[in-house]
């Protein structure tokens, strides 16, 4: 049974930083690509960051660019996205889920698993 479980999320005020982590299970996680979307209230779910499994290459939305550092570390099962310089506009519940295909991938429907979510929230 695959699961992916996200942690790290909480309350922080602008400007400042957390770190998610999604752990993965049942699944030969090294042969996944890895993504996280958000979904704000009354939005549609947006892709934020992906990483290849491949060369570990990375993309991320305009919106985080140069703020969010997505990474994964094989050995751990564990991809981990460093949000720094955090807006409100951040707020949201960030989902990991794991593709398996090789190359980046953008769209929900091409992940195949999912975690449950973490609330981040930030505070003005």
């Known amino acids: 049974q695959v699961q992916l479980v996200e942690s790290g999320g909480g309350l922080v005020q602008a400007g400042g930083s957390l770190r998610l982590s999604c752990a993965a299970s049942?699944?030969?996680?090294?042969?996944?690509?890895m993504g996280w979307f958000r979904r704000a209230p009354g939005k549609e779910r947006e892709f934020v960051a992906a990483?290849?499994?491949?060369?570990?290459?990375?993309r991320y939305v305009d919106s985080v660019k140069g703020r969010f550092t997505l990474s994964r570390d094989n050995a751990k099962n564990t991809v981990y996205l460093q949000m720094n310089s955090l807006k409100r506009e951040d707020t949201a519940v960030y989902y990991c889920?794991?593709?398996?295909?090789?190359?980046?991938?953008?769209?929900?429907?091409?992940?195949?698993?999912w975690g449950q979510g973490t609330q981040v929230t930030v505070s003005s």
């Open positions: 049942g699944l030969t996680f090294r042969r996944y690509a």
């Open positions: 990483i290849s499994w491949s060369d570990s290459s990375t």
């Open positions: 889920a794991a593709s398996k295909f090789t190359n980046i991938v953008v769209l929900t429907t091409s992940y195949d698993y």
